[in-house]
């Protein structure tokens, strides 16, 4: 598996850069994944990211997307609860980049 | 296509059960079987889950895999409701001769004895074992 180091911390992913220990992550590689991702990092992103923690740390999945937007609608507001909204912070599909900035493993059924 | 079937969004939707009959760990049948699951709720189909003999274990609350060195996955039952997945049926024998109660599982299930369940079986389009 591929290192990859950031300020000095080392850390594996796998062959499509997702972080292979949940554990390692914080916001510097956060940041570091977002950069491979050529996503600009704002407060409305991090908003995802951290609801995408905390529903994994609850429920030991990544979402689908269907059901991510649904949850999102639920906890922030049914404007931010729609596809539309998520693909614009994560262009290239949110539950997977989103996912990954956030150090969660690919999500199961992601299409 | 069956006529019987209703139409939805220009699609059949069938009615699919995933019939669970193992120990959540040992195995990599429940893990495997409930990932299907998730992944087939991306589908729009009407599913429900069968816990039958050992698979009335999955649910139990209060897994701890510490010692197995393996990932806990009992959590994401609970995540079932958020992928429209709300039809559980537990085997009401096979909790009884495991000492099980309905308190005892991570998440609200619909309890059947042996003929419900052979019932709720034969009504289905597509059973798929694990």
Known sequence: MPMVEVAGKSFEVDEEGYLINLADWDEGIAA???KEEKVELTPNHWEVINFLREYYSEYQIAPAIRVLTKAIGKKLGPDKGSNKYLYELFPYGPAKQACKIAGLPKPTGCI | ???EMDMQEGGVVKQFMFVNRKAP????????GL???LISAAFEQDVSMAFIDDGVYELKKGQDTKALGQ???SPTYRALE????EKLYVEKESMAVRG???EDFAVDVTVLDHAEMAA???EQDVLISF
């Open chain 1, 32 to 34: 570091y994944l977002a």
């Open chain 2, 1 to 3: 296509m069956s006529d």
């Open chain 2, 25 to 32: 760990y040992g195995t990599i049948y429940a893990l495997e």
């Open chain 2, 35 to 37: 990932e299907v699951v």
């Open chain 2, 71 to 73: 990932k806990n996955f």
């Open chain 2, 82 to 85: 958020g992928y429209d997945i």
């Open chain 2, 100 to 102: 099980l109660t309905v």
């Open chain 2, 120 to 122: 709720k079986m034969a």
